[in-house]
């Protein structure tokens, strides 16, 4: 339209050309002065932020971003095991109304390590066999449902709902999730604290979050961390950012 304008109105056309021009420039200089967004606001769990400003959980968690960078881990086998479980993990999920980030749980659990724990966790969700079979597994000398993904999965998502259904906080379940609810609530209540990051919990626990967010970060953005994720996974990611867009 500018141009048949400028044919019968040539000062007209001269006023358009040079307020365009001006308008180019002005969002320019906006767009360099804007202001790239913090670590931390970049980071969260289940839509749950990070405590902006607060020096100490940035400390923290930039400590245990660097632990799972590739220089450290030497490994792409978090990247490969995504890949298998994720579309298995998410669909249960979501079916049982648990946010999508604690698919990064099993990952955290059992992706760095295999086998038994300790204290006699196994499989992918690392269930102890009291709780296992209070979800609905079987666990006895000759079936251990702990090791099939699908039930596993099933269990973990009954559990985590019936801890939000006693903390009301996605942070908080996870965190309970890995020491006990019954110890969970007992710090809440001798420290009369609610807010996860501000608790004093045993180095484990206290570090448990980070590490789940760690998690999501270095399986979104592979390569910022030093990972080349493989192409399996990446098609996965894609053919979900395309089913989220329609």
């Given at each position: 339209m500018a141009k048949v304008f400028a044919y019968n109105m040539p000062q007209a056309a001269k006023s358009l050309l040079k307020e365009e021009k001006n308008t180019t420039t002005t969002d320019t200089v906006t767009q360099k002065i804007e202001e790239p967004v913090s670590l931390m606001a970049q980071l969260n769990f289940a839509e749950e932020s990070l405590p902006q400003g607060d020096a100490k959980v940035e400390r923290k968690m930039k400590k245990i971003l660097a632990a799972f960078?590739?220089?450290?881990?030497?490994t792409n086998r978090l990247h490969r095991k995504a890949a298998e479980?994720?579309?298995?993990i998410?669909?249960?999920?979501?079916?049982?109304?648990?946010?999508?980030?604690?698919?990064?749980?099993?990952l955290v659990e059992s992706g760095l390590r295999e086998g038994v724990?300790?204290?006699?966790?196994?499989?992918?969700?690392?269930?102890?066999?009291?709780?296992?079979?209070?979800?609905?597994?079987?666990?006895n000398?000759?079936?251990?449902?702990?090791?099939?993904?699908?039930?596993?999965?099933v269990a973990a998502a009954k559990y985590i709902k019936a801890l939000y259904c006693v903390f009301d906080n996605w942070t908080l379940v996870a965190a309970a999730y890995n020491v006990g609810d019954n110890h969970m609530q007992k710090q809440i209540d001798r420290q009369n604290q609610d807010n996860y990051f501000k608790m004093k919990l045993n180095r484990e626990t206290a570090g448990y979050v980070y590490k789940l967010i760690s998690m999501k970060a270095i399986l979104e953005?592979?390569?910022?961390?030093?990972?080349?994720a493989p192409k399996e996974l990446l098609a996965y990611n894609a053919e979900k950012a395309a089913s989220a867009a329609e």
């Open positions: 960078n590739y220089s450290h881990l030497q479980w994720f579309p298995v998410e669909p249960i999920l979501a079916a049982y109304g648990i946010p999508e980030d604690f698919k990064y749980v099993p724990s300790p204290k006699g966790a196994t499989g992918f969700w690392q269930f102890m066999p009291g709780t296992a079979r209070s979800f609905g597994l079987k666990v000398s000759k079936v251990d449902e702990r090791k099939n993904l699908r039930k596993s999965t953005h592979p390569a910022k961390y030093g990972y080349k």
